[in-house]
């Protein structure tokens, strides 16, 4: 008698324990994944006033070299998660995190211009759009449902992570050694990373089986497939999206266009922004952490369920402070709102990812997660394209980015009145028949 274990898809012993050591080992090690994920996306924003200065762009024509990281995005984030019911996910994120650094260092050549900019960036957004849902499907494979919420936030505070370390460590680096070292940098940091997961990268025991091993388990009785329509269509998966679509608008306008906001309607030199573009991305990840806690605590207690529901409220609160920041010209407001209020809105992309998981299969879970990322992640190509064109249209930067801060706010506030009336994960998960369960990554007997 032997078992299937997720970690290998061969027969063996059990590995480590859910939630163990090993469990929170390799979550850090995707925290570090994702920081660097998001230090690459933040590189071009902080670049911004320096690429435009030398290439002679407008801030329409910058904001298309953004929109082309986007471009291929969401179709990556899709095609890549249907290879998670064939690859392990431990290879699929060696690969992405070294695909990374292959489309970063190119920028380092004197003769790369802006063709080769956005070359680097489509391809960059392609190996980074799966970084997200494979991620967090990984992660869940070493913890019990009622467990995962936390885990998730801190993936998430990776991405708030990334900025608040980049926009300082890469502001000086562009300020003494010019931009392109900055994509040098975070092309080397992708490496370093790569070599550690080599090592210490593996598959946890709640993992659903992949390839042969998934149709073994499969055929002994493993949790029942539901149909993708009914998922898709439910309340809880359009409103998890839409909200988080709207939460990932916000944060593709600031990693794209407040360090060229504050410079030129606030005043501020590189140096500034670059910390406060650093400091507020230390706020996004105190915000994002403390839900986590406040996620498992009320987990354990059996009311999580309301937590969902409040996402769609900090989202309202979100819509707020935006419009604050936008209409009032008082700096220490601006900063105010910028350092907390604004960064409530990234909780949804937290909630969205866990409430999706509640209501699909452990073995349908990397498909549908990859789905919500490809949604959610279009709010990535549509916002630096839109407020580019809203500023350069207006009669000045400053008219320009208050259109634009509106218009984020209004989406904000609609996608949260949406998400808090119909976000209901237990009762979706209820009516499509999916049991609340650890993962099908249990050992098979045969």
Same mark, same amino acid.
Request: without cysteine; charged residues 10%.
């Given at each position: 008698?032997?078992?299937?274990?997720?970690?290998?898809?061969?027969?063996?012993?059990?590995?480590?324990?859910?939630?163990?050591?090993?469990?929170?080992?390799?979550?850090?090690?995707?925290?570090?994944?994702?920081?660097?994920?998001?230090?690459?996306?933040?590189?071009?924003?902080?670049?911004?006033?320096?690429?435009?200065?030398?290439?002679?762009?407008?801030?329409?024509?910058?904001?298309?070299?953004?929109?082309?990281?986007?471009?291929?995005?969401?179709?990556?984030?899709?095609?890549?998660?249907?290879?998670?019911?064939?690859?392990?996910?431990?290879?699929?994120?060696?690969?992405?995190?070294?695909?990374?650094?292959?489309?970063?260092?190119?920028?380092?050549?004197?003769?790369?211009?802006?063709?080769?900019?956005?070359?680097?960036?489509?391809?960059?957004?392609?190996?980074?759009?799966?970084?997200?849902?494979?991620?967090?499907?990984?992660?869940?494979?070493?913890?019990?449902?009622?467990?995962?919420?936390?885990?998730?936030?801190?993936?998430? &505070? %990776?991405?708030?992570? /990334?900025? $608040?370390? @980049? *926009?300082?460590?890469? !502001? +000086? =680096?562009?300020?003494?050694?010019?931009?392109?070292?900055?994509?040098?940098?975070?092309?080397?940091?992708?490496?370093?990373?790569?070599?550690?997961?080599?090592?210490?990268?593996?598959?946890?025991?709640?993992?659903?089986?992949?390839?042969?091993?998934?149709?073994?388990?499969?055929?002994?009785?493993?949790?029942?497939?539901?149909?993708?329509?009914?998922?898709?269509?439910?309340?809880?998966?359009?409103?998890?999206?839409?909200?988080?679509?709207?939460?990932?608008?916000?944060?593709?306008?600031?990693?794209?266009?407040?360090?060229?906001?504050?410079?030129?309607? &606030? %005043?501020?030199?590189? /140096?500034? $922004?670059? @910390? *406060?573009?650093?400091? !507020? +991305? =230390?706020?996004?990840?105190?915000?994002?952490?403390?839900?986590?806690?406040?996620?498992?605590?009320?987990?354990?207690?059996?009311?999580?369920?309301?937590?969902?529901?409040?996402?769609?409220?900090?989202?309202?609160?979100?819509?707020?402070?935006?419009?604050?920041?936008?209409?009032?010209?008082?700096?220490?407001?601006?900063?105010?709102?910028?350092?907390?209020?604004?960064?409530?809105?990234?909780?949804?992309?937290?909630?969205?990812?866990?409430?999706?998981?509640?209501?699909?299969?452990?073995?349908?879970?990397?498909?549908?997660?990859?789905?919500?990322?490809? &949604?959610?992640?279009?709010? /990535?190509?549509?916002?630096?394209?839109?407020?580019?064109?809203? =500023?350069?249209?207006?009669?000045?930067?400053?008219?320009?980015?208050?259109?634009?801060?509106?218009?984020?706010?209004?989406?904000?506030?609609?996608?949260?009145?949406?998400?808090?009336?119909?976000?209901?994960?237990?009762?979706?998960?209820?009516?499509?028949?999916?049991?609340?369960?650890?993962?099908?990554?249990?050992?098979?007997?045969?």
């Amino acid at each position: 008698m032997g078992t299937v274990t997720a970690a290998t898809g061969r027969t063996g012993p059990t590995g480590p324990p859910a939630g163990g050591r090993q469990a929170w080992t390799t979550t850090w090690l995707l925290l570090a994944f994702m920081l660097v994920n998001f230090a690459d996306k933040a590189v071009l924003g902080l670049a911004g006033p320096e690429i435009m200065k030398e290439f002679g762009l407008s801030r329409q024509e910058f904001g298309t070299a953004q929109a082309a990281f986007f471009s291929l995005f969401s179709l990556s984030a899709l095609g890549v998660s249907f290879l998670t019911r064939k690859v392990r996910t431990s290879v699929l994120l060696l690969v992405m995190g070294l695909l990374w650094s292959a489309t970063q260092l190119p920028m380092l050549w004197g003769a790369a211009g802006f063709g080769t900019l956005i070359a680097t960036r489509v391809l960059l957004g392609i190996a980074e759009g799966p970084a997200a849902p494979v991620a967090v499907h990984h992660v869940h494979g070493w913890f019990e449902q009622r467990e995962r919420t936390l885990p998730t936030a801190i993936l998430m &505070v %990776g991405a708030a992570a /990334g900025v $608040a370390v @980049a *926009a300082p460590a890469l !502001g +000086a =680096v562009i300020s003494h050694f010019g931009w392109r070292w900055a994509f040098g940098v975070a092309g080397i940091a992708g490496l370093l990373w790569a070599a550690v997961w080599t090592v210490k990268g593996r598959e946890g025991p709640l993992a659903p089986p992949v390839g042969r091993s998934a149709r073994i388990a499969d055929g002994g009785g493993g949790a029942p497939e539901v149909p993708m329509r009914a998922v898709f269509l439910s309340g809880t998966f359009i409103t998890a999206a839409l909200g988080a679509f709207a939460a990932y608008w916000v944060m593709s306008a600031k990693l794209t266009w407040l360090p060229d906001y504050l410079q030129t309607v &606030v %005043g501020w030199d590189l /140096g500034q $922004a670059s @910390a *406060a573009v650093g400091g !507020g +991305a =230390v706020a996004n990840g105190v915000v994002l952490l403390a839900h986590g806690l406040l996620a498992r605590r009320a987990a354990l207690r059996g009311t999580g369920g309301r937590l969902s529901a409040g996402a769609g409220l900090l989202l309202v609160a979100s819509a707020g402070a935006v419009t604050v920041f936008a209409t009032v010209d008082a700096l220490w407001i601006k900063v105010l709102m910028m350092f907390g209020p604004m960064a409530v809105a990234l909780v949804m992309i937290t909630v969205a990812q866990t409430a999706i998981d509640r209501i699909t299969p452990p073995s349908q879970r990397g498909v549908v997660l990859g789905a919500l990322v490809a &949604v959610f992640s279009l709010g /990535g190509i549509v916002s630096p394209l839109f407020l580019g064109w809203v =500023v350069d249209s207006a009669e000045s930067a400053t008219s320009g980015y208050e259109k634009g801060w509106l218009v984020t706010a209004a989406l904000l506030l609609v996608t949260g009145i949406l998400a808090a009336l119909f976000m209901r994960p237990e009762k979706d998960a209820l009516r499509l028949g999916v049991p609340e369960s650890p993962g099908t990554g249990v050992p098979v007997s045969h």
